[in-house]
C-alpha cells in the first residue's frame, strides 16, 4: 500500500491546554515516534534509501524523523506508515488496546495536531491489526485538503453526523448534510472540505486501515 499525498497539515506537540479544539489526551512524542519507524524499518530490513524510494520521502527528512528531530507533518508520516507498508495508527496511536471498548476519554489521535490543525482524526477501534477502522472525524469551517488528494487501496464509507462535509471523489464534488454518506474506492483520488460555518462531525469507515 503506497500513498504519497495525505493532506492533514503539521504535527504539533502541544500540551492538552493548549488544544481547545478536540480532544485532551496528550499525543505520542516525536521521538517516540522516530524509535517506532526505525524499528520498523530495520526490522524489515529496509536501508533508509529503500524507504525513501517506498515513500517518497527524502533520506534526509526519513532520518531526522527516526531521530526525532523537527516536526513532521502528518501527511509526511502517512507516507513513511504506507512505505513500510502499514497504517499510520501504528505510528502515533501508542499501545494497542486489549478491550473491545473504547471509552471516549481514550480514544486515540491520529492528527496529533494543535488548536491550529482546523481537524481532529480519532481512532474508534480499539486494535491496530483488525479488517478495518472507524474513524471520528471533525472540522473546522474553511478546513480543506484539496492540495494533497488521498490516494491509497481499499474502500471507505462515510456518514456526517453534524454540519455540511463536501467530498471530492474523481473530480465530482459531493456536498453532505447530516444524515448523508457516501461509499467509494480509496483508490479513486478524493479530498474533503468543510464549506460550512459550523463543525463538521463525520464518522468513516475504511477497510483495510489504512490511518
Known sequence: MRAHSHHLRKLSW???HDRPFGHDRPP??????GNEVRRLRKL???TLEQLAEASGVSIGLLSQIERGRGNPSFSTLVQVAH???IPVARLVAGEQMTSPVVRKVDRRRLDQGGSDEGIVAELLTPRLDSALEVIRIATEPGYSSEDTPFVHEGEEFGIVLEGVQAVNLGGTRYMLEAGDSISYSSAIPHWYENPG???SVSLWVVTPPSF
Do not use: F
Open 44 to 46: 524489515q530490513r529496509l
Open 83 to 85: 512505505g513500510l507498508g
Open 197 to 199: 460555518d459550523v463543525t
Open 14 to 16: 502541544h500540551k492538552p
Open 28 to 33: 505520542l512524542g516525536v521521538e517516540a515516534v
